[in-house]
């Protein structure tokens, strides 16, 4: 018995080449790089989603993201980093796996690193998961103590919709008949909208009636304190921050927010228009800077002389 598509035959982009990395071959890679320098990592976690959803939904709606930009644009997806950096406040949860911060930016600051070795000078950490204040780091030890020669970008599914979140909750419409009755939390309406969009088959639609949770437990007002995503730039305290109440005591469901509000549509919109929107950049970066060209990004020795003129 073979295992999935994904991992036995070939996925394709529209121009008839692999979008994954490790389907190719050496010769396949080669080719690859002199064609197309830029390839997307998609970094998620295995984590608790609440009684809807699957452990790796983070991983696996990045890598949906990714798939579907990679077919439209030629750019190569990466096998995906499965296992995740996670805050204080998520851990004793049950089914999710934090990776120590230090082994996590030392591994993905590996992969960064081979990866510009094999030709990728345009490298995306594409992050589906709370973990974006770690993944800065990983870019300025690259460039600091690895000497990495290439363009590193990190970003976030949800930073290319925060228009659209911004609206959760306000009555406003995200898209003609699509209404985000609640703010961007965790397994919550948005995050279970993405993935039962994504991957229909993976999500209990009978689990989700009880998939909610009425009231947020918090130490500081949220008037002071953004929420998942960072979309309400006018707060003063990121969602990581400040420590917050160990999950696992006041949402042992797994859920924060209302998941029972999730529908296919509401993800449709998110997700189709991360990808829009994603593309546009990438054909913007393809153009500007082509197969071998790139700015100067890395540092030299003799940047860091203290008695330079």
């Known amino acids: 018995m073979s295992l999935s598509e994904r991992w036995c035959k070939p996925v394709l982009n529209r121009y008839g080449g692999k979008i994954y990395l490790d389907q190719m071959t050496v010769n396949e890679l080669k080719k690859r790089v002199e064609e197309n320098d830029i390839i997307l990592v998609p970094v998620g976690s295995m984590e608790n989603h609440g009684p809807p959803s699957p452990l790796g939904e983070d991983t696996l709606i990045g890598v949906s993201i990714a798939e579907r930009v990679a077919y439209e644009t030629g750019v190569t997806v990466a096998p995906p980093i499965f296992y995740g950096s996670h805050p204080s406040h998520h851990y004793g949860m049950f089914g999710t796996i934090p990776v120590s911060k230090d082994a996590f930016i030392g591994y993905v600051l590996s992969v960064v690193k081979w990866l510009s070795h094999s030709g990728f000078k345009k490298i995306i950490l594409w992050n589906s998961h709370g973990q974006e204040y770690v993944l800065p780091i990983v870019k300025d030890k690259a460039i600091i103590e690895e000497g990495v020669h290439a363009l590193i970008m990190v970003t976030s599914w949800w930073s290319w919709v925060q228009d659209l979140l911004r609206k959760a909750g306000t009555g406003e419409e995200s898209a003609p008949n699509i ?112 197969p071998g060209i790139l700015p100067k990004t890395w540092i030299d020795s003799k940047d860091l002389r203290y008695d330079k003129p």
Do not use: Q
Request: glycine share 6%; charged share 25%.
């Open 179 to 290: 209404k985000l009755e609640t703010p961007f939390i965790h397994a919550d309406e948005v995050e279970t909208s993405c993935i039962w969009y994504v991957a229909p088959d993976l999500v209990d639609i009978e689990a989700l009636k009880t998939a909610k949770v009425e009231k947020m437990v918090r130490f500081i007002d949220a008037k002071w304190v953004n929420s998942a995503g960072n979309v309400f730039t006018d707060k003063p305290f990121n969602w990581y921050d400040v420590s917050s109440a160990p999950e696992v005591y006041y949402y042992s469901l797994g859920v924060v927010g209302d998941a029972s509000k999730a529908n296919i549509g509401k993800g449709k919109v998110l997700i189709d228009t991360v990808i829009g929107r994603f593309i546009e950049f990438l054909n913007w970066l393809k153009f500007e800077y082509p």
